[in-house]
């Protein structure tokens, strides 16, 4: 694989190495540090990328044990997951684009409760669109157990959300 091969298969992928990076890992910063040791180590094995099946699922699965590693290296109560994926170009009115901040922030802190394993899931198939094998390989899991976490995880954040609606509209 040469530079330019290289350049095309990282260039559609870097973003998601991104947001995935952030969804374990403490800051923006952080992310972008592992982004680009990522991307270093995918330059490293470009000559072996061919070889795998889904080099994409691969790269993942690098980001995954990379931002893992890093987190085993720092202390992990200093850490937090947050995300700020959302971009939306359409909404006009400054009333939505609070109302918008306000729904994905309150999302965002309803993903935080679920278990790590589950956060992780959500993230690659909800928020990254990933299919179930992809993950499986990603996260070392069978796909049966990523559709019950999943399923688990969204009839939690499900629940919670009705809690809260119910409670909102009881204090009015």
């Known amino acids: ?60 699965t690098i980001t995954k044990n990379h931002c893992l590693d890093r987190l085993k290296s720092r202390q992990a109560q200093n850490l937090r997951i947050a995300h700020e994926n959302f971009h939306n170009d359409q909404v006009t009115s400054l009333q ?23 956060q992780l899931i959500v993230q690659l198939r909800d928020v990254e669109c990933y299919d179930f094998k992809e993950i499986s390989k990603i996260l070392d899991m069978r796909e049966t157990a990523i559709r019950v976490a999943l399923s688990r995880a969204r009839k939690t954040l499900k629940t919670r959300l009705i809690q809260l609606h119910n409670h909102g509209i009881k204090k009015n």
């Open 1 to 60: 694989m040469n530079e330019s091969e290289y350049l095309a298969f990282v260039t559609p992928i870097t973003n998601k190495i991104f947001r995935f990076s952030k969804r374990i890992l403490v800051s923006r910063e952080e992310a972008e540090d592992a982004t680009q040791d990522v991307l270093i180590k995918l330059w490293k094995k470009r000559q072996r990328l061919g070889d795998y099946n889904n080099p994409e699922a691969y790269a993942m």
């Open 96 to 118: 939505s684009k609070i109302e918008t901040s306000d729904s994905i922030s309150l999302l965002e802190n309803l993903i935080k409760i679920l278990p790590e394993k589950q």
